[in-house]
């Protein structure tokens, strides 16, 4: 019963961060609340007794999009105007909100690792397994989510060039 309030919390808070992700009209906003819901995702993976899957939901997702995220700055090159909108960013109505939902997040995966003595009730995912499910049957989808990725990459960068050059 406590494993199922705990899927839902974080279900919620997956949810939550989502649909704030898609909403927020600043690009560093809406990152920091993707990699909220994603990391919520790692707690629900967690839950389910695949706790590699929730390493590789946090060590690839979360942190592979934050350092593409880092390249489009990088690449974009704001100068003034990016180093104020940074120390906009440090305003506490910013952060407050994927901070808590962050905190919620904390507590309860801290809950499940001090309480879990073994494998989750659920059983337990394998890497091999996790492997063998990622570059066999799904490799195309694997494939096309990573091109998928470049293209935005891409499109982004040429969108934001356009956006320098006119000088808006």
Same mark, same amino acid.
């Given at each position: 019963?406590?494993?199922?309030? %705990?899927?839902?919390?974080?279900?919620?808070?997956?949810?939550?961060?989502?649909?704030?992700?898609?909403?927020?009209?600043?690009?560093?906003?809406?990152?920091?609340?993707?990699?909220?819901?994603? %990391?919520?995702? $790692? *707690?629900?993976?967690?839950?389910?007794?695949?706790?590699?899957? $929730?390493?590789?939901?946090?060590?690839?997702?979360?942190?592979?999009?934050? =350092? #593409?995220?880092?390249?489009?700055?990088?690449?974009?090159? #704001?100068?003034?105007?990016?180093?104020?909108?940074?120390?906009?960013?440090?305003?506490?109505? =910013?952060?407050?909100?994927?901070?808590?939902?962050?905190?919620?997040?904390? =507590?309860?995966?801290?809950? #499940?690792?001090?309480?879990?003595?073994?494998?989750?009730?659920?059983?337990?995912?394998?890497?091999?397994? *996790?492997? %063998?499910?990622?570059?066999?049957?799904? *490799?195309?989808?694997?494939?096309? $989510?990573?091109?998928?990725? #470049?293209?935005?990459?891409?499109?982004?960068?040429?969108?934001?060039?356009?956006?320098?050059?006119?000088?808006?």
């Amino acid at each position: 019963m406590l494993e199922l309030t %705990l899927f839902y919390i974080a279900s919620t808070v997956a949810l939550f961060a989502t649909v704030l992700a898609m909403t927020r009209t600043n690009a560093i906003h809406a990152l920091i609340y993707l990699i909220v819901s994603l %990391l919520a995702i $790692a *707690v629900i993976f967690f839950l389910i007794g695949a706790p590699f899957a $929730a390493a590789l939901e946090i060590v690839i997702y979360a942190g592979a999009i934050m =350092v #593409l995220f880092v390249f489009v700055i990088m690449m974009l090159n #704001l100068g003034e105007k990016g180093d104020a909108r940074e120390r906009q960013l440090l305003q506490p109505h =910013v952060w407050l909100g994927p901070a808590i939902l962050s905190l919620v997040l904390l =507590v309860e995966l801290l809950y #499940l690792i001090s309480t879990v003595e073994g494998p989750a009730s659920s059983g337990s995912v394998s890497p091999k397994s *996790v492997g %063998l499910a990622l570059f066999g049957p799904y *490799v195309i989808a694997v494939e096309l $989510a990573s091109m998928l990725l #470049l293209s935005g990459l891409v499109g982004s960068y040429h969108l934001g060039r356009r956006y320098l050059d006119r000088g808006l």
